[in-house]
């Protein structure tokens, strides 16, 4: 970790830890109540955590945003919308001070999972650190999913955006299987956070937590899964990008290591499909391959794998793929995604309001 983050809370899950970084912000922002977070983020299931999850709250069977939750737009580097971090956090800052509160802390996944696999702007989180910090909040960096050398240029997902958050949280890949989570800040966030109240947590940090925790630290490091996962992840990208050619269904890839998605489109508006990917998530299932879907109208197929994946994985994924694409998709399930309509309230999104590309094909900003 970056020098300022010096102390490190052991808890048993990434839905704890963010629980527990949302109650040390709290504690170092007296008064200060209000929260924001991404669009389409997922910050865990208690019920703190879900308060701060969109993709929940927003989701079947949520309740809406809650009023102290401000939800800074999913920035789509596909079609050029939302890219200025700056604008749409002064916005979630402004937005709390019109309801009477103040921003104790910005959250935000380092890579965009649920929300579509989105790999942020380059300077999108200094943007929105730069005026968070002006505003007295206190961000965070929730590594649940990217974290550990998944990303495979950096060890770290913050890292792709030059920052350095004021906490970071852990979970998933840290124990390997093993529940285990940490929250790791800065001494002086620590500090305002020991004030009487102690904090324990019966399991967390554990001799047989600390062992697992070594030990997976160990793995990465002699089996050298950092660069095995940008080595793969890099051929994975490109055998992808090469579909695209011929199979304009698939509108955008993107990712960092092995932490990959692909946009479903409709190809003459590029319009997201969610019916092809379901279509395509459910044909692979039928042929033993596993990936899934997200993104703000579910059109994103993801491929997050075993950090053990390699080149022959890859090639087993592509060649389905292929074979799955080449009859086309058929017309029933592209008559589902003509009809339609990512403008209006969906059972996965409240907030976004879906812009079509313009008429000569250049992404606007």
Same mark, same amino acid.
């Given at each position: 970790?970056?020098?300022?983050?010096?102390?490190?809370?052991?808890?048993?899950?990434?839905?704890? /830890?963010?629980?527990?970084?949302? !109650?040390?912000?709290?504690?170092?922002?007296?008064? #200060?109540?209000?929260?924001?977070?991404?669009?389409?983020?997922?910050?865990?299931?208690?019920?703190?955590?879900?308060?701060?999850?969109?993709?929940? %709250? &927003?989701?079947?069977?949520?309740?809406?945003?809650?009023?102290?939750?401000?939800?800074?737009?999913?920035?789509?580097?596909?079609?050029?919308?939302?890219? &200025? @971090?700056?604008?749409?956090?002064? #916005? #979630?800052?402004?937005?709390?001070?019109?309801?009477?509160?103040?921003?104790?802390? %910005? %959250?935000?996944?380092?890579?965009?999972?649920?929300?579509?696999?989105?790999?942020?702007?380059?300077?999108?989180?200094?943007?929105?650190?730069?005026?968070?910090?002006?505003?007295?909040?206190?961000?965070?960096?929730?590594?649940?999913?990217?974290? *550990?050398? !998944?990303?495979?240029?950096?060890?770290?997902?913050?890292?792709?955006?030059?920052?350095?958050?004021?906490?970071?949280?852990?979970?998933?890949?840290?124990?390997?299987? %093993?529940?285990?989570? /940490?929250?790791?800040?800065?001494?002086?966030?620590?500090?305002?956070?020991?004030?009487?109240?102690?904090?324990?947590?019966?399991?967390? @940090?554990?001799?047989?937590?600390?062992? /697992?925790?070594?030990?997976?630290?160990?793995?990465?490091?002699?089996?050298?899964?950092?660069?095995?996962?940008?080595?793969?992840?890099?051929?994975?990208?490109?055998?992808?990008?090469?579909?695209?050619?011929?199979?304009?269904?698939?509108?955008?890839?993107?990712?960092?290591?092995?932490?990959?998605?692909?946009?479903?489109?409709?190809?003459?508006?590029?319009?997201?499909?969610?019916?092809?990917?379901? *279509?395509?998530?459910?044909?692979?299932?039928? !042929? !033993?391959?596993?990936?899934?879907?997200?993104?703000?109208?579910?059109?994103?197929?993801?491929?997050?794998?075993?950090?053990? *994946?390699?080149?022959?994985?890859? &090639?087993?994924?592509?060649?389905?793929?292929?074979?799955?694409?080449?009859?086309?998709?058929?017309? /029933?399930?592209?008559?589902?995604?003509? #009809?339609?309509?990512?403008?209006?309230?969906?059972?996965?999104?409240?907030?976004?309001?879906?812009?079509?590309?313009?008429?000569?094909?250049?992404?606007?900003?």
């Amino acid at each position: 970790m970056p020098e300022p983050l010096q102390v490190m809370y052991a808890v048993c899950s990434g839905s704890e /830890a963010n629980d527990l970084a949302l !109650r040390v912000a709290r504690a170092n922002r007296p008064g #200060a109540w209000h929260v924001a977070v991404m669009e389409g983020a997922y910050h865990g299931h208690t019920t703190a955590t879900l308060d701060l999850s969109p993709y929940k %709250f &927003d989701g079947p069977g949520g309740m809406g945003k809650p009023l102290h939750v401000h939800v800074l737009p999913c920035p789509d580097v596909f079609r050029g919308h939302n890219l &200025d @971090g700056r604008a749409a956090a002064q #916005a #979630a800052v402004d937005a709390a001070h019109k309801a009477g509160g103040r921003i104790c802390a %910005f %959250f935000c996944e380092s890579i965009l999972s649920c929300g579509g696999q989105v790999v942020l702007p380059a300077g999108y989180l200094q943007q929105v650190y730069d005026v968070m910090h002006q505003a007295g909040a206190v961000c965070i960096a929730d590594e649940v999913q990217c974290g *550990f050398g !998944r990303v495979g240029s950096h060890f770290w997902g913050f890292e792709l955006q030059s920052v350095v958050p004021d906490m970071v949280t852990l979970g998933k890949p840290i124990g390997n299987g %093993f529940p285990m989570g /940490a929250v790791v800040m800065t001494p002086k966030l620590a500090q305002g956070f020991s004030n009487g109240m102690e904090y324990f947590n019966t399991c967390g @940090g554990c001799t047989g937590a600390a062992a /697992a925790g070594v030990a997976v630290l160990e793995a990465i490091e002699e089996d050298q899964l950092q660069q095995h996962a940008h080595e793969v992840g890099t051929y994975l990208v490109q055998q992808l990008e090469g579909l695209q050619k011929d199979y304009p269904c698939i509108g955008h890839v993107r990712g960092m290591g092995l932490f990959v998605g692909f946009e479903l489109v409709l190809p003459e508006s590029q319009k997201p499909a969610p019916g092809t990917a379901k *279509f395509v998530k459910e044909a692979m299932k039928a !042929r !033993r391959v596993l990936v899934s879907t997200d993104g703000h109208h579910n059109q994103v197929i993801k491929i997050k794998p075993p950090m053990c *994946f390699d080149k022959s994985n890859v &090639d087993t994924l592509i060649a389905n793929l292929i074979d799955l694409l080449k009859p086309g998709v058929p017309a /029933a399930v592209q008559e589902v995604d003509r #009809a339609y309509d990512p403008n209006k309230k969906s059972t996965r999104i409240q907030n976004t309001t879906w812009q079509a590309m313009p008429a000569n094909g250049v992404q606007g900003v």
